[in-house]
């Protein structure tokens, strides 16, 4: 993408550094400011290379930029593209982070200015791990990034937007805000409850035989509480529809193995096993990094 001048990122944390990494790694902006509330937390991120500048002024933060990155969590999101749209250029591209969309674009719409200036994203990258320290610049390579524009967006700002992510190296999908929101609950959301879930259901006493199978499954229960009740809340509707799905999945397998029908587990296990293999095999595919 042709080289910006200033870009600003709201939240620098792991996303937000990330993509403040990538951003000064490959050239791709002349200057990046990043914008938060702890100073002490600004000045880690000057010192491990994701911004080159940090101010806990929003409004300043934010009034030189051709782009700015909202990487807040997700109650928070809707408020920070306003104020952005608000004190930006008149130019300015606003594009976020964030877990859900159907909530936060509605929110967003309701507002002439950052209605005209937001793209809403979503990059598919990040970790249990929390904050600028485990910040890095390759975390988007290959990975998907999903943008969800109406019929309200700008196309010059879809444009610009499509041409910012991939410059991070995404991969983009275009989608409704309600479609991500869908297939986010089963991709993500249901997954990081049933991690907690199986995480909280196993007996300290347990831990000394657990594994790899264990270790693999709950992982992402390290995630932080109150970032994943947010996503929760945000995305309510979806969420409960997964794991009404999960309930009967599980409970098929409960029946069967309550009937001890070998055939149905076996049926159920191969299932499973291919749609594993689906996504290893979209996984395992070479990039379309432009």
């Known amino acids: ?23 000064r790694e490959r050239g791709l902006a002349e200057r990046v400011v990043g914008i938060g509330r702890d100073p002490l937390k600004l000045a880690d991120g000057v010192r491990l290379g994701a911004i080159d500048e940090g101010t806990t002024d929003p409004r300043r933060g934010v009034a030189e930029a051709e782009v700015v990155v909202v990487c807040t969590p997700v109650p928070q999101i809707a408020a920070d593209v306003r104020n952005a749209a608000e004190w930006g250029l008149e130019g300015v591209l606003v594009t976020d982070a964030g877990s859900t969309k159907r909530e936060l674009v509605e929110e967003v719409a309701r507002h002439p200015r950052a209605r005209a200036v937001f793209v809403a994203g979503h990059p598919i990258a990040g970790s249990e791990r929390k904050g600028v320290a485990y910040a890095d610049g390759n975390l988007f390579a290959g990975r998907t990034c999903i943008l969800t524009p109406t019929s309200d967006t700008d196309p010059d700002r879809l444009l610009r937007a499509r041409h910012f992510w991939t410059g991070l190296g995404c991969r983009l999908i275009e989608t409704s805000p309600e479609a991500h929101d869908r297939a986010l609950a089963l991709t993500s959301h249901l997954p990081h409850a049933v991690a907690s879930a199986l995480a909280g259901v196993v007996p300290v006493e347990s831990l000394a035989m657990a594994a790899g199978a264990y270790r693999d499954g709950t992982r992402v229960a390290g995630s932080d509480a109150s970032l994943w009740t ?57 990039s379309t990094e432009s």
Request: aromatic content about 6%; hydrophobic content about 50%; overall charge negative.
């Open 230 to 286: 947010g996503i929760f809340r945000a995305n309510r509707d979806s969420v409960l529809e997964s794991v009404t799905a999960f309930q009967e999945r599980l409970t098929a397998f409960k029946n069967a193995l309550v009937a001890d029908d070998e055939q149905v587990l076996i049926d159920l296990w191969n299932t499973a096993k291919l749609q594993r293999a689906h996504f290893d095999a979209e996984n395992l595919a070479p």
């Open 1 to 23: 993408m042709p080289r910006l001048g200033t870009v600003a990122i709201i939240g620098v944390g792991l996303i937000g550094g990330s993509i403040g990494k990538a951003l």
